[in-house]
Nanobody, 125 residues
């Protein structure tokens, strides 16, 4: 069993920055990748950024490229999402996810096995 604990959400004005953290606990030995997803009210959950734990390869949704950066601390089993130049359309509940499968689809929510409880990000104009 794996538990994911997110932190770092909050409210900021447009143009501001936030950093989200996600710590993984439990049987993380065979964890292959971690990712951040977000879900705004009335919308489907969408992939934002993902990182392959072994080599550090990263993937981003087009909507956040150049503004968001995903990174990892393999010793702490923690993934971070640095969000800069935030826009009101970034407002959503952000979820951390972990993948233990053999085939990786970085931003496909069906590929992930464990999810965190979510942390709210609100960006005002």
């Amino acid at each position: 069993q794996v538990q994911l604990v997110e932190s770092g959400g909050g409210s900021v004005q447009a143009g501001g920055s936030l950093r989200l953290s996600c710590a993984a606990f439990g049987y993380t030995y065979s964890m292959n990748s971690m990712a951040w997803f977000r879900q705004a009210p009335g919308k489907e959950r969408e992939g934002v950024a993902a990182i392959y734990m072994g080599g550090g390869s990263t993937f981003y949704a087009d909507s956040v490229k150049g503004r968001f950066t995903i990174s990892q601390d393999t010793i702490k089993n923690t993934v971070y999402l640095q969000m800069n130049s935030l826009k009101p359309e970034d407002t959503a509940m952000y979820y951390c996810a972990a993948d233990f499968g053999d085939i990786w689809s970085p931003l496909d929510r069906d590929d992930y096995n464990y999810w965190g409880q979510g942390t709210q990000v609100t960006v005002s104009s």
